[in-house]
């Protein structure tokens, strides 16, 4: 088996989405980012409103990479007692 040739490759990593490299750079831990996008994908599911608009029609998934690639959701340590779940949307200042 060989291994993909592009300059973006992220060992262990099958996913194809152009805002994975942004929130890699953010949250380099790949199982914490993981539970994160989880997490914002089910809260955008569940019917929260994005926090940015992206071109075409972009799964939730793009949608919470792209947030948490740009900073606009904070991840909060699970011993938080304040966290309802693994993330949290910032709020405007």
């Known amino acids: 088996m060989s291994l993909p040739t592009s300059k973006n490759y992220i060992p262990g990593v099958v996913l194809n989405s152009p805002y994975l490299e942004t929130a890699v750079k953010r949250v380099s831990n790949i ?3 993981i539970n994160a ?9 569940s019917g929260h409103r994005p926090l940015l608009r992206l071109e075409g029609e972009p799964s939730s998934m793009d949608i919470a990479l792209a947030e948490i690639g740009q900073g606009l959701v904070d991840l909060l340590a699970s011993g938080d007692s304040s966290a309802e779940g693994e ?5 405007d200042s």
């Open 31 to 33: 199982p914490t980012l």
């Open 37 to 45: 996008v989880s997490q914002r994908v089910h809260q955008l599911n």
């Open 87 to 91: 993330t949290a949307e910032k709020a």
